[in-house]
Each structure stands twice: as C-alpha cells, then as structure tokens.
C-alpha cells in the first residue's frame, strides 16, 4: 500500500496517469489532502466511485497517532508520535509572534553521534518517509484546530532527532509537499533545514532551486574541539564544510545560519569566540547562539548568562551577526530527545 501523503505532486501525477486518471487528478487530491483534510476517500465526492474504490484498495492516508501530548506554560507543545511500525518521534510546536514554528524528526534516533545530543545516543533505527514527516505537521495541525481555531503551522524547522541529509530524498520530498501551494502552502522563507555538517549534501541542496533557509551546526571553531564534540568532524572537517558552504552562498546568494551550542568551558570561551569570528568573517552568515539544555545523559553544562552575553559581545565586536535562541517549553522535557527517551525507558 501506498500512503498518499508521501507523494509530491510531480509523483502524484505520474501516478495518476499510470493509474489511467488525468494529470489533474493529482492536484484535486493534494486539496482533498491538504486544504479539506480528508480522512478518508469516501469524502472526496468530485471522484468517481469507482476510482475511489481502486484508491481504497491501494493507497492509504494514513497519518502518526500521538502516544504523548504534552503543552507548556508558554504555549510550546510537544508530541511523541507513534508510527505503524511502532517507532516513536518527537515533534515540537513554538510559538513565536511571526507564527507557529514546527519542529520536525527527520530520522527515529540518529547516527551522527554528536556527544552532547541525546537523540542520537542509540544510533539510528531508521529514516521517516516523507508521508511520516508530512504526518508531523498535519498532527499538529488537528492539534492547533481542535484548541485555537484558524491557527496552523506556519513555519517549519527540521531540527528535530535525525540528520536530514542522512534521509535526504524523503526530506526533498517532504519540503516539495509542505512547500507546494495546493500542498501546505508553507512559504520556502518560512523553512529552514538543520544540517550537522554533510558537504554533498549542502552543495546538492543548493541545486535544488528552493528559496529555503539552511542552518549548519557549528558548535566548534576548530577541528580539535569540533570533532570531539561532533563525530561527523572527523569524516567532514571544518575546511571541506566551509568549501561547501561557500557553494551554497554563491549558488544561492544567501546566506546560512551558523547554530552554536554553548557548552560551560568548553566552546564557550574568549579564545573560541575570536576563532569563530575568524571562521566566518568571509562568509555571509550569522551566528544563532543556543543555550544548552542539560540531560543528565550526560556531563555538559549549560553555560552562565554572564558568559551567553559575553559570548555574543565578542562575536558582536568582531564584526558578526550574532543573536541568542529564545527558549521553549523549559517546563517539559525540552531537551531535544529527552521525551522520546524517557518513554521508551532509555
Ligand atoms: N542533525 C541536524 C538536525 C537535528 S539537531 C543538525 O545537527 O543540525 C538540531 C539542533 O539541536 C542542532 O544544532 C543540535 O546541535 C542541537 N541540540 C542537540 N542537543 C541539544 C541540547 N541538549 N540542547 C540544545 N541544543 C541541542
């Protein structure tokens, strides 16, 4: 069985025409997908019964249960969700002033090993499909419709467990869905993808021709440090990253955000601070400083305030754009992984 929803509309219609349909079939699903929410094919009325029924016997709409609701003080929400297989995923809501602001898994666990991350502390079980990842939002889409009505999701973050260019062609797909106008119709400014760090993919993804925003983890000036803290360093180091980088900026003519973990005495520091400011005076990215949430899977600490601000002074004297992430749903388990874990007893 098929599920619709993993589908971009190009595929659709590949389909449609190899099922003996019109081309524009695809696009009268896509709105009994994504504008009306069908649940089911017996809705869509302006399909013939009889290829209803051969929809029904090949393809499903189905969708992740929610295993765990959880809602903070400030609005955030955050799902566990339940796929077909079992699996578990997070999926976070933020709510920002612009807008709601979703955090989508990309990966059930993930294999990048960065040591501070309790995502990735049990590898990688496997990749979301596109109709999984599109599943996130629609989730939490019903969510919002049944608690505020008219609210929806409105941007998209895939910073959420799992490495996208490690799943690359079902995130592809999944932006291509989200993005489309008869799909979610989610603005390409309003998404932005999180990568650890992979070359191949950052150059590819230039290629792509999306308007999509693009954040690289950093969290490290220099290949010592970096690869003591990201084991993609090793494979990846900061010089083949920024190669692709550059790419990317010039391909693109954007710039990318740099995300830097602050870890208490470890990349927190005056010297790290001038080494970062070197790394990325040539390019055209700033810097989006993010507080640690501890866990105690582990011995990091979270840097002081006094030493958060110190931090963004010196990027900011050096001549980088720099701001600091404002933090979610510190009354939940907020750090990334943390609910996941903690429900499967890990
Ligand atoms: N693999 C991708 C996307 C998932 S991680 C990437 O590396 O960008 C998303 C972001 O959350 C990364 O910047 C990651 O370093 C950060 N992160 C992981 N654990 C964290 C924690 N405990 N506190 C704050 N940020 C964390």
């Known amino acids: ?47 013939s019964l009889s290829f209803r029924n051969t929809l029904k016997e090949k393809y499903t709409l189905d969708i992740p249960k929610i295993h765990t609701y959880q809602k903070s003080k400030d609005g955030t929400i955050k799902l566990l969700l339940e796929l077909e297989d079992g699996a578990k995923v997070e999926t976070v809501l933020m709510r920002y002033t612009y807008g709601n ?45 049944e608690e505020n009505q008219g609210q929806r999701v409105t941007h998209v973050v895939v910073m959420g467990t799992g490495e996208p260019f490690d799943n690359y062609d079902n995130v592809l797909d999944f932006i291509k869905i989200i993005n489309h106008q008869k799909g979610l119709a989610i603005g390409a400014r309003h998404i932005t993808v999180s990568t650890c760090g992979i070359p191949d993919g950052i150059k590819k993804y230039a290629k792509e021709g999306l308007q999509t925003n693009l954040a690289i983890s950093l969290h490290a000036p220099n290949d010592e440090l970096r690869s003591s803290l990201m084991k993609i360093n090793k494979a990846y180091p900061l010089k083949e990253l920024f190669e692709a980088i550059r790419e990317y900026e010039q391909v693109k003519d954007r710039r990318v955000t740099y995300e830097y973990l602050l870890l208490e005495g470890i990349n927190d520091t005056k010297e790290c601070a001038e080494q970062l400011i070197e790394l990325i005076k040539g390019t055209m990215g700033y810097v989006n400083l993010i507080p640690y949430n501890e866990t105690n899977l582990n011995s990091y600490k979270r840097s002081s305030n006094n030493r958060v601000h ?33 429900v499967e007893g890990k």
């Open 1 to 47: 069985m098929i599920n619709l929803y993993d589908l971009e509309i190009h595929k659709l219609e590949e389909l449609m025409l190899s099922e003996g349909q019109k081309k524009y079939r695809a696009t009268q699903l896509f709105i009994w997908l994504y504008d009306k929410k069908a649940k089911t094919f017996d809705e869509m009325s302006d399909i």
């Open 101 to 145: 602001a979703i955090c989508i898994s990309s990966q059930v666990g993930c294999n990048m090993g960065c040591t501070f991350c309790s995502s990735g502390l049990l590898g990688k079980q496997r990749n979301l499909t596109t109709a999984e990842m599109v599943g996130e939002i629609m989730v939490m889409n019903e969510v919002l419709r």
């Open 310 to 342: 110190a931090f963004l002074d010196y990027l900011m004297k050096g001549g980088v754009k720099a701001t600091i992430r404002k933090e979610f749903g510190s009354d939940i388990d907020a750090a990334c992984g943390q609910l996941r874990a903690k």
